[in-house]
């Protein structure tokens, strides 16, 4: 059974370019997180997504950055017109659906360079 | 909302010391705990996570966390550390469903 699978592994961007980040949740993992972490800093959390519907985006940027999770295919990070600040980890985790006792498995994360 | 403190930045110790690790999480009803490796440019690996029974958790490589309910603490111990335990080490809590709110991070660095 693979795990989360993040792609790519490093990207590197020009400022006012966009970074698109692909998530592939583990088998069975209906639930997606995306977190940020920056450097010398612990993980932020930014969205929960379910299938086809974003359930918690609190800690999303309110520009430039949007996400989803369709019905079909692997969640995407997008962010667009990147600048230096959002140069970071970005992990992604998943999960089955949500029970009492449900733990999150996460991806080997997207190194994001933006120069 | 859910906070969680850890309370040593970075933390160098020699081979053979003893390992402890304080996390403190601020949130008033029931979570889960978790702690969680970084090795450098790796992923996170879980350590070990508290649902809910026996508050001292054995995890992997050694690890064990004791949770105490009173304290809202979540501490992370090893009796004797290697240098392959070099790592970030992150405290985690998620109110049982839905996103997990991470602390900032303990550097361990061991020491030959």
């Known amino acids: 059974n693979a795990g989360v699978m993040q792609n790519p592994r490093h990207l590197v961007r020009r400022r006012g370019q966009e970074a698109r980040l692909r998530c592939s949740p583990m088998?069975?993992?209906?639930?997606v997180y995306w977190y940020r972490q920056l450097p010398e800093e612990g993980l932020k959390f930014m969205v929960y997504l379910q299938k086809e519907n974003i359930i918690d985006e609190s800690g999303m940027p309110k520009e430039r950055f949007s996400a989803e999770f369709p019905k079909e295919g692997p969640s995407i990070l997008r962010i667009q017109q990147v600048v230096r600040g959002d140069s970071a980890a970005y992990f992604c985790?998943?999960?089955?659906?949500?029970?009492?006792?449900?733990?999150?498995?996460f991806g080997q994360g997207t190194r994001l360079t933006v120069v | 909302a859910q906070s969680v403190s850890q309370h040593n930045h970075h933390v160098i110790l020699s081979e053979a010391a003893s390992l402890e690790l304080g996390c403190n999480y601020s949130?008033?009803?029931?979570?889960?705990l978790f702690w969680y490796v970084q090795y450098p440019g790796q992923h996170l690996q879980l350590l070990l996570k508290y649902f809910s029974g026996d508050p001292l958790v054995k995890g992997i490589k050694g690890f064990e966390a004791e949770f105490i309910k009173s304290k809202f603490s979540f501490n992370l111990r090893k009796p004797s550390v290697q240098w392959s335990d070099t790592a970030e080490y992150f405290c985690a809590v998620n109110a049982r469903a839905g996103k997990s709110t991470f602390g900032d991070g303990t550097t361990l660095t061991v020491k030959p």
């Open positions: 949130y008033g009803g029931t979570v889960n």
């Open positions: 088998k069975g993992h209906s639930h």
């Open positions: 985790a998943s999960s089955p659906p949500s029970g009492a006792d449900t733990e999150a498995f």
